[in-house]
Structures are given as structure tokens and as C-alpha cells.
């Protein structure tokens, strides 16, 4: 053992080495900025018929925290999502918070629906108005139910294909509220 120091040294910076690598794989990835394949122009300028068929404009709720939501009444996915919605509207609506619903299906079939569950935020009519907008909004899928989160500056941060769950919405809307 000619050199106990060095090789003390170089075990030594091994190890901080090794701890340093190993925190950066632990680290979380930090949260996305703004969600994958979203149109923000096209969105932004889209206007669509409400269910007394006035043209509402998307851009009317910019600087609101806005959860669009594209969705159709006899989608059973869609239908169970909307309850945990409500419960959010009405908890945090008054701090900013604005529900879009842009329905795919007949304005009968839409308005009988929304007064049967008690929607209380605006409804917008999807069909045949807006065929492309889900894709823009980011739904390459089509799959429905597909929901956008907007921060207050109308930027996309999170979209979502499926069934959103009630408690992940709130964790993703209370900090931009």
C-alpha cells in the first residue's frame, strides 16, 4: 500500500460520483410546459354555436383557468367524468376556474343530457362546426372523452384522453389557480 491517501481520494470522488448520478435518475422530470400537439392558434380562434346556436369564441375565457372538455352524451366515459366536473365548477369556479363542454352529437340529444345532470357550465356544439378541432386541441386519437387544461396566459399545459379522474383534475388546475 504505496499510496493510502490517493487511493482514499479516488474512492472518495468515485463515490460522490456515483451519489450524483444516482440523484439525477431519481430526480422527477419536471412537469411539461405546455401539452403535446396542441393548436394554441386554431384553438384560440375558434367560435362555436352554444345550445341556443350563438356563436361563442374560445377566446372569450382567456385568463381563466380553462378545462375544455370534448365529450358526447351517449359516451359512457364521458357521462361519468362530467359529476367529479361539477363538483369542481362549483368549488372553484369563483376563483377563476371556467368548464367548456363542446359536445359531438345532436343539440336535442346535448341540451336533454345537460338539463338531466344539472350541467351548469357553457356547452358548445362540436358538430359538423368544429371536425377539426379535437385535432387540433391535440386528440390525434379521437378518442373521446379528450380534455385540455388552460392556464391564464391560454396556454395548453396538460390534455388528456379518457376519463379524467376528479382528483387528478384538482391537482392539475389548483396551482394555476
Not at 384553438?43 to 382567456?62: C, I, K, T
Not at 391564464?152 to 382528483?167: F, Q, S, W
Request: proline content about 10%.
Amino acid at each position: 500500500m504505496k499510496h493510502p491517501v490517493a487511493l482514499a481520494l479516488a474512492a472518495a470522488l468515485l463515490l460522490g460520483l456515483a451519489s450524483t448520478a444516482a440523484l439525477r435518475l431519481a430526480a422527477p422530470p419536471a412537469p411539461p410546459t405546455e401539452a403535446a400537439g396542441v393548436d394554441l392558434g386554431t384553438v384560440w380562434a375558434a367560435a362555436l354555436p352554444d345550445l341556443a346556436g350563438n356563436p361563442q369564441a374560445l377566446a372569450q375565457w382567456r385568463g381563466k383557468v380553462l378545462v375544455l372538455n370534448f365529450w358526447a352524451p351517449w359516451c359512457p366515459p364521458c357521462r361519468a367524468e362530467i359529476p367529479g366536473f361539477i363538483r369542481l365548477h362549483d368549488r372553484y369556479g369563483e376563483r377563476g376556474l371556467q368548464f367548456v363542454g363542446v359536445a359531438l352529437d345532436d343539440p336535442g340529444k346535448v341540451a336533454a343530457f345537460a338539463d338531466a345532470a344539472g350541467i351548469p357550465y357553457p356547452l358548445l356544439l362540436g358538430e359538423p362546426a368544429a371536425t377539426g378541432l379535437p385535432q387540433a386541441a391535440g386528440n390525434r386519437s379521437g378518442g373521446l372523452p379528450y380534455t385540455v387544461v388552460f392556464d391564464r396566459r391560454g396556454n395548453a399545459i396538460a390534455n388528456h384522453v379518457g376519463v379524467l379522474d376528479e382528483a387528478h383534475l384538482a391537482e392539475l388546475i389548483e396551482p394555476l389557480l
